[in-house]
């Protein structure tokens, strides 16, 4: 028996059950201390009513024989994905068909298991810094060197620049806004680019909009599919937790157009294959939860408790500010990116916050050698942690 040896070339341990083990350690040695969590980006406010509803009565469905559901339909139930077709798409304009979207347990999974369907040699394109995932499930999946990385910077507002022509083209291009980490958002002029980009060398874009929700700009795309053309060159993968406060429910979808055709095969045919044959569905009441979201009041409590988020990144934001930092996103993103002062490294500061403030925060370089020098703070936490914690830093750093 042999192991999967793409495995060893992954670091140790994922960038977030390191910051954990950190802080437990921190914790273990100063029981005194009044630890707040700004690192994970992990929704705080309870699930809104008409979801919580919903899944009550889904619940008491599933105890009535008439009513029960076993398996769900391998893509999701119809009363959802139209849900989501309607919501998140047609009604803004993009033409999609209900088979193209595959519902999930989330993004996270999906950007990890779609690398399933693609040719190990194929090279991918990641921006530095990057949400890890992309990395490693790449790097699991034998393509190590196949990456291209795309360095992000504060002097293009941490966009990553089209690879210079007669430069290396990559088959496949992972690209998120808003952006985790560095909360940067794209316009269409930006993407747009990438577009004619992938269209014209047949390259694929992996678009990830998990954070789609805090754009509140109209001039700023929530969907890659506002973008002409898109649909030949993009999958794009959206999820409910921060939208809708689903992380400890788990539910997500990916878009898969017709259009997306490569070796002669559609993608979407793939996928399908990919998820009936590994995954067996969302179970029914989260589904009825999804669904939920998209009602009248499901619609406004999200908003209000995506409205809260925004207030704590902008507290965060303008609170670094005072305290003398350069900080960047934070506006329609829950990120804040600080820049961290001169002589610390991204963990050494790490360290000084959690002694000092005994606030953690994620560490810019676990998210890429190009995040070195910066650290990830998230407006998820409650408003009174969020506060106080924010009043810790001006304490502390304030000249
Ligand atoms: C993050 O903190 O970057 C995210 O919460 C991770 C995730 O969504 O999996």
Not at 40 to 65: F, Q, S, W
Not at 212 to 232: H, L, N, Q, R, V
Request: with cysteine.
């Amino acid at each position: 028996m042999k192991i999967n040896k793409n495995f060893l070339d992954l670091e140790e341990s994922y960038l977030f059950s390191t910051v954990n083990k950190k802080t437990r350690e921190f914790a273990a040695a100063h029981p005194e201390a009044d630890i707040i969590k700004l690192s994970i980006g992990d929704v705080t406010r309870p699930l809104c009513p008409a979801v919580i509803d919903a899944m009550h009565k889904a619940v008491d469905e599933m105890a009535d024989e008439k009513t029960f559901r076993g398996y769900p339909p391998e893509q999701g139930y119809d009363f959802v994905r139209q849900a989501i077709l309607e919501h998140d798409y047609l009604n803004r304009g993009i033409e999609l068909k209900l088979d193209e979207i595959f519902l999930s347990d989330g993004a996270k999974s999906d950007c990890g298991n779609i690398g399933d369907i693609f040719a190990t040699d194929n090279t991918v394109a990641i921006c530095d810094p990057v949400y890890p995932v992309y990395i490693d499930t790449n790097i699991m999946n034998g393509r190590k060197d196949k990456i291209i990385i795309l360095p992000c910077s504060a002097e293009t507002n941490f966009l990553p620049e089209l690879p210079a022509p007669g430069s290396a083209v990559p088959d496949i291009i992972y690209l998120c806004f808003p952006n985790n980490p560095t909360g940067t958002v794209a316009s269409k002029e930006y993407l747009k680019k990438w577009v004619d980009y992938a269209n014209a060398n047949h390259s694929l874009i992996l678009y990830d909009s998990a954070y789609e929700a805090f754009i509140t700009d109209g001039k700023y795309p929530k969907s890659i599919y506002e973008i002409e053309e898109a649909k030949s060159c993009a999958i794009e993968l959206r999820s409910f937790s921060k939208t809708a406060g689903f992380t400890g429910l788990r539910c997500g979808y990916t878009v898969v157009p017709h259009d997306l055709v490569f070796d002669g095969t559609e993608l979407n045919k793939l996928w399908f294959r990919r998820q009936s044959t590994k995954f067996n569905g969302v179970s029914y009441i989260t589904q009825k939860a999804a669904e939920a979201v998209y009602s009248i009041e499901g619609q406004k409590q999200i908003q209000d408790n995506l409205s809260f988020y925004r207030e704590n990144a902008k507290i965060i934001f303008e609170g670094v500010k005072a305290a003398g930092f350069k900080a960047f996103g934070g506006e329609y993103s829950p990120y804040v990116w600080l820049k961290i002062p001169e002589g610390f490294t991204s963990w050494s500061f790490f360290d000084e916050l959690l002694e000092k403030c005994n606030v953690v925060g994620t560490p810019g370089s676990g998210f890429g050698k190009m995040g070195e020098g910066y650290l990830r703070l998230t407006g998820f936490g409650s408003r009174e942690r969020t506060l106080e914690a924010v009043e810790r830093i001006k304490k502390t750093f304030s000249k």
